[in-house]
């Protein structure tokens, strides 16, 4: 069975080149360009783990993050936030709402991949 990643992001070029690396390495893409459509496909699909950035419009990462981790029904979904976000007050921010991982970008592939594979185990 696939493992399903939620990627949320305003920014096409990264949905398109993760989504796409991601799917040839056997996962389940879904993609969602700001907290509001996360939100929704997370309550939705269930995914197995989220890539969050932090910088959306219409609601931001950590809002969203902070939403997902009150949710009892999403509370326990790992949350790997990728941001361009590089100050220790967000990053502590982020770890203190739940997130499970903080990823500055712009990251390598394989370092995200890394996570992903340790959280969806």
Same mark, same amino acid.
């Given at each position: 069975?696939?493992?399903?990643?939620?990627?949320?992001?305003? $920014?096409?070029?990264?949905?398109?080149? %993760?989504? =796409?690396?991601?799917? &040839?390495?056997?996962?389940?893409?879904?993609? !969602? @360009? /700001?907290?509001?459509?996360?939100?929704?496909?997370?309550?939705?699909?269930?995914?197995?783990?989220?890539?969050?950035?932090?910088?959306?419009?219409?609601?931001?990462?950590?809002?969203?993050?902070? $939403?997902?981790?009150?949710?009892?029904? %999403?509370? =326990?979904?790992?949350? &790997?936030?990728?941001?361009?976000?590089?100050? !220790? @007050? /967000?990053?502590?921010?982020?770890?203190?709402?739940?997130?499970?991982?903080?990823?500055?970008?712009?990251?390598?592939?394989?370092?995200?991949?890394?996570?992903?594979?340790?959280?969806?185990?």
């Amino acid at each position: 069975m696939k493992r399903k990643i939620l990627i949320v992001d305003d $920014e096409p070029v990264v949905l398109d080149i %993760l989504g =796409k690396k991601l799917e &040839i390495r056997n996962f389940e893409v879904l993609t !969602a @360009r /700001d907290g509001v459509q996360g939100m929704e496909k997370a309550r939705n699909e269930s995914p197995d783990l989220i890539l969050l950035d932090e910088l959306m419009p219409n609601k931001d990462g950590m809002t969203m993050l902070k $939403e997902l981790k009150d949710d009892p029904e %999403l509370c =326990k979904i790992p949350v &790997i936030m990728v941001t361009a976000r590089r100050a !220790a @007050r /967000d990053k502590s921010k982020g770890e203190s709402l739940g997130a499970t991982a903080y990823v500055m970008k712009p990251a390598g592939f394989y370092d995200i991949l890394r996570y992903i594979e340790w959280y969806t185990q």
